[in-house]
């Protein structure tokens, strides 16, 4: 009897804790199959750049990835294994690498051989050319931790050559660009003794520069080399700016603004770096340049007038006005929600496909939400026909229709410096092409 009211008892508790887990289990799946369907019909599963790559033979389906992703969109678990939902949303946090109980995932950029806009590397972030290094994000990797990891790990290898140069003429290492790869990179170069030039088209930070005032940047624990940590998992554009000038004035970091890099050439193991203004010479090169390059352009008549914009700063600088943001990104809705935000704005988005698919999940819920405020209204399947003094034509499925305007902000890309790398001799993933000057393969 006794036995018999044991065995009852540990039944009980099994169920009380196996069924609701396996109903939770069952609507979660259910959930995350809906979510992956939806997806593949969207087209947007596959990744842009950095994404979970997942071992399913190691993958328990415990869900805690899932759970860990700020974005809250990238991964599902299907059939009791983990599965990229929306990869296009994936933005390489690596929160799901760090909590994944088995080391079933890694985040990482998969086979880039096909990829034609991704550099082909070795582990030290060397390319094909011996003594040519990218970091940050051209080596296809987005977030300040990534960015300012490269940059101190590409130094790191570079100072494992004792040679010094000697002639103040010769760098042992020139870094074209200071953003949070360009930054730890010099301050990695000060630490290891080595000569050094930083070189910039503009001031120091790179893409946070062309953030929006107060926009947050998500970020890892990382450490800045020579000054310390960044522990929160959000920092403000100012507070970045403001460090990063701090930074640069403690540590006297050697930087040159106002100077477009040309082209890089190397003879006799020496590159020559040209800018529009001088040449320079380094026994290597670190090219800690954006992928954003040159904004695209629309193409319309009237791109030209000074209210045609290409980035937003202070949003706050605009109020009573008509306002068309052009895009479909996540610049474009966090720009057309900054500026919905303010009195007396009239917003409208004009975007050529059917919907809003390429955004963080965050944005994607607060556009939604001023679109039902009637804050924003959104123009799809819709482009700019032409652009005029006081109002902008759009070609729509039902024609050609006008309405008033007095700014346009464009957020539809930029055209990436990949063929100016190119015309340097580095390989890119699809080409066929034999590594040269012995760099490691």
Known sequence: METSLIWIITAALIIAVFVPYYLKFRQRQKSDKERKKDAVARGVPLPRNQYPLIDASRCIGVG????????GDVLGVVYG????????????HGFCELVCPVGALKV??????TRDDIPILDENNQTNIKGLYIAGELAGFSLI????????KVIERIALDEYRSQDESLKDVIIVGCGPAGLSASLSAIRNRLSYLTIDQQDPGGTILQYPRRKLAMTQPVEIPLYGWLNEPEYSKEFLLELWDEVIKAFDVKIITDQRVGNVKKCDDIFEVVTQGDRYKARNVVL???RRGTPRKIGAPGEHLPKVMYQLIDAQ???????LVVGGGDSAVEAAIGLAKQNGN?????????QFFR????????VNEMIARKKIKTLFNSSVKEIREKLVLLQTEDGIIEIPNDYVFVFIGGIPPFESLKEMGIAFGGEVKEVVQGASP
């Open 359 to 366: 955004i963080k999940k965050k944005n994607d819920e607060r």
């Open 64 to 71: 805690s990835c899932v759970d860990a992703c700020p974005e």
């Open 145 to 152: 931790r990534n960015a300012m990891v490269q940059g101190r």
């Open 288 to 290: 800690a340049m954006g």
């Open 317 to 323: 600088s605009y109020n009573d006005v008509h306002i």
């Open 81 to 92: 294994k983990a599965t990229i939902i929306n990869g296009n949303r994936c933005v390489g």
């Open 346 to 354: 009239v917003v409208s988005v004009s975007y050529r496909k059917n």
């Open 108 to 113: 990482g950029l998969g086979d880039i051989k």
